[in-house]
């Protein structure tokens, strides 16, 4: 049988060299193997001590591991989360009144669908995200502007975009932050 020709472990044949194969060819066949077995494992540049157990359970300690990671994750989301601050109100933009929030605030009109939210108590700083919807019951084309969140107070423009630029029959807003609550 002639001399194999493998680039990696598993194109060896196990099989050769066979008995008839000239002696001369030992050589050239060891060199096979050493090429196969340098391509197959080229990072390996020491001494590889783990067993043979070891290395069949690498596969569910990664498995393990990677449900761990998952775990950790959701963990630290939930961990996020906990640590979010909400405000909120639904307020009456024809009368400029709160209908329902969290009490962290006092509404006033300022002209047609203008108003300005005043925190109750000023915030520590302005690094808070803001959210706001139109609800209107007799059209759905709203148009919301939010204009300059800062430690005082939050301006809304809420109109109606259909309807003569109308104050929003109602329009909702939500404040979030992370870390420390707001100041109420």
């Known amino acids: 049988m002639g001399l194999e020709a493998a680039e990696f472990i598993d194109e060896l044949v196990?099989?050769?060299?066979?008995?008839t194969d000239p002696k001369s060819q030992g050589d050239d066949h060891l060199r096979v193997i050493k090429k196969a077995l340098?391509?197959?494992?080229?990072n390996i540049s020491g001494e590889v001590s783990a067993t043979d157990l070891e290395?069949?359970?690498?596969?569910?300690?990664?498995?393990?591991?990677?449900?761990?990671l998952i775990t950790a994750e959701a963990n630290i989301d939930l961990l996020e989360l906990s640590q979010m601050s909400f405000a909120y109100g639904?307020?009456?933009?024809?009368?400029?009144t709160i209908i329902r929030s969290s009490g962290h605030w006092a509404i006033s009109?300022?002209?047609?669908?203008l108003y300005t939210l005043t925190w109750n108590v000023a915030q520590d700083n302005s690094n808070y995200g803001v959210a706001v919807t139109g609800q209107d019951n007799s059209v759905t084309n709203s148009?919301?502007?939010?204009?300059?969140?800062?430690?005082?107070?939050?301006?809304?423009?809420?109109?109606?975009?259909?309807?003569g630029g109308n104050n929003d029959n109602q329009f909702q807003v939500v404040a979030f932050k992370y870390g420390a609550p707001f100041n109420i």
């Open 14 to 19: 196990v099989s050769n060299p066979t008995a």
């Open 38 to 42: 340098q391509q197959s494992f080229p």
């Open 55 to 68: 290395i069949d359970s690498w596969e569910a300690r990664i498995a393990a591991l990677e449900a761990s």
């Open 90 to 96: 639904n307020f009456n933009g024809d009368a400029g």
């Open 109 to 113: 009109k300022q002209g047609t669908g």
């Open 143 to 163: 148009r919301i502007d939010l204009a300059d969140p800062d430690t005082t107070a939050i301006r809304v423009r809420s109109y109606e975009t259909n309807n």
